[in-house]
């Protein structure tokens, strides 16, 4: 099996440190690359700069035609990005598809974003002194980007910074996540072949100490990071006067109100709760229930969790993958039991599906968890979800409010005062009606509030991002 190289400012190479990547299913080797060196990564961020001037100076359509074909390379590889990326993420092949429909999504709609890039006309005839005078605006690249992503989805959620990087005119950066890079260097392969300039884009996978060195480097203008709460604020605090995007997680709460339509709420609910395992950033880890649907609902949650199939995610049987890696399995087992000693009850799942295989962890539904126990109060990621009762609407807003997290939040409901209050006091980034949080389209805003981020992606909230405004006034000739 050849290794895959990784790109460096325009240029595929290898370097003295390879990197195998295993199965997180069974561990065979699913491939290989290499991780980039310092001297590597110097020459990435020089690139950029060279690669942002090219960038900056192509035409909306040039980079358009780059973002279109970007798309259409990942389509017509569709089955087999959507193979490796099953093998080397752990994710079941039906949603592995379904990632690569949406970064394939992700760059055509940077396409469209990239040629709608449009300015205002201000009138500034406000005063005497102003007769004559009008503002242009018009949006400008902020430089070179350095984007972090996550293994969760490894395709999607670096696409959306990779594209609308490019469609704003900047170049970038991306390290992908070090247990499933392998799907970036191959998108990264179709967008040299689509006629991206050279230093425009590096794909480095590296180790954490030379990846962490790039955080302080001031010649990127705006560092856009997905993962964890803690990495994330503490990129924030190191970055100085730089620009920071941050997509971080939570333990996103949905609501089923009286009124709900519980055929839906626990369809929907099932698939929020342990799709990919739980490692969701949006992923249903609360759920309230008013105390009139509760019984019904616990029961028939509990038996469509019973149904789910776990195991091979190569199977298109399977509903529930692996966990990443054994200590995502252990920290799982080790929070589920600290609840279960405060009081927690089990209602299903609770442990790994078969002995001598943590990783493939049964779907798992709690109650009478405590809001202190890390189960409830902390990110998860994992195939576990918390069953809270309420019978006071105001009161189960305040519930879900008390997180420190805030990105999404679901609401069953066909009570419009409930859907209402919702959107109004909610404290999260998105209210999702009539589904779970969990429910995202590439083009919307998307992104939270308090530790859960800073910022909004969705292609046309990421170029913003990426952009700063210009004013010109013009005055009449004198």
Not at 264 to 291: E, M, P, T
Request: glycine content about 8%.
């Amino acid at each position: 099996m050849k290794a895959q190289k990784i790109l460096v400012a325009g240029s595929w190479e290898e370097s003295p440190q390879p990197h195998e990547i295993r199965s997180p299913f069974d561990g065979h080797v699913v491939g290989s690359t290499f991780l980039a060196s310092a001297e590597q990564m110097e020459r990435a961020v020089v690139g950029a700069q060279a690669g942002f001037e090219r960038m900056r100076a192509l035409g909306a359509w040039e980079r358009a035609d780059i973002l279109r074909k970007t798309a259409s390379g990942i389509s017509a590889r569709r089955d087999e990005l959507a193979a490796l990326l099953s093998a080397e993420a752990g994710k079941p092949i039906r949603d592995a598809r379904a990632e690569i429909d949406r970064g394939a999504l992700t760059f055509r709609l940077a396409a469209e974003e990239a040629e709608r890039m449009i300015g205002e006309t201000i009138p500034l005839d406000l005063a005497p002194s102003s007769k004559g005078r009008l503002g242009i605006t018009r949006r400008f690249p902020v430089g070179p980007v350095l984007g972090i992503s996550p293994f969760n989805f490894p395709l999607n959620l670096a696409a959306h910074k990779v594209a609308p990087a490019i469609a704003a005119g900047c170049s970038i950066v991306l390290k992908p996540p070090s247990a499933d890079p392998l799907i970036m260097l191959k998108v990264g392969e179709i967008m040299t072949e689509a006629g991206l300039p050279e230093g425009a884009l590096s794909v480095i996978p590296t180790a954490r100490d030379v990846a962490d060195k790039l955080i302080d480097d001031e010649r990127f203008r705006l560092l856009s990071f997905t993962g964890s709460p803690v990495i994330g604020w503490k990129m924030k605090a190191r970055a100085g006067k730089r620009r920071v995007l941050l997509e971080l997680g939570g333990n996103a709460a949905c609501i089923v109100d009286a009124t709900a339509n519980l055929d839906w709420a626990v369809k929907r609910s099932l698939v929020g709760a342990f799709a990919y395992a739980g490692q969701v950033c949006i992923s249903v880890q609360r759920i309230f229930l008013h105390d009139s649907i509760a019984d019904e609902f616990e029961q028939r949650f509990a038996a469509g969790a019973a149904q789910l199939k776990v195991g091979d995610p190569a199977d298109e049987a399977t509903d529930v993958g692996p966990l990443i890696d054994d200590s995502a399995a252990k920290r799982t087992q080790e929070w589920i039991a600290e609840a279960v000693t405060a009081g927690a009850r089990v209602l299903a799942g609770g442990a790994p599906v078969k002995a001598g295989e943590p990783r493939l962890f049964a779907p798992t539904i709690l109650t009478n968890v405590p809001r202190s126990a890390r189960i409830c109060s902390d990110e998860a990621f994992a195939p576990v979800v918390i069953l809270e009762r309420y019978s006071d609407f105001s009161k189960v807003i305040a519930s879900v409010n008390e997180s420190r997290f805030g990105l999404q939040c679901g609401l069953f409901s066909n009570d419009l005062a409930h859907v209402r209050a919702a959107f109004d006091q909610l404290e999260v980034g998105g209210v999702i009606v009539n589904d779970v949080p969990t429910y995202r389209i590439d083009n919307m805003p998307y992104g939270g509030v308090k530790e859960s981020g800073l910022g909004r992606e969705g292609i046309r909230w990421s170029i913003e991002e990426m952009t700063e405004l210009r004013l010109l006034v013009l005055a009449d000739p004198q």
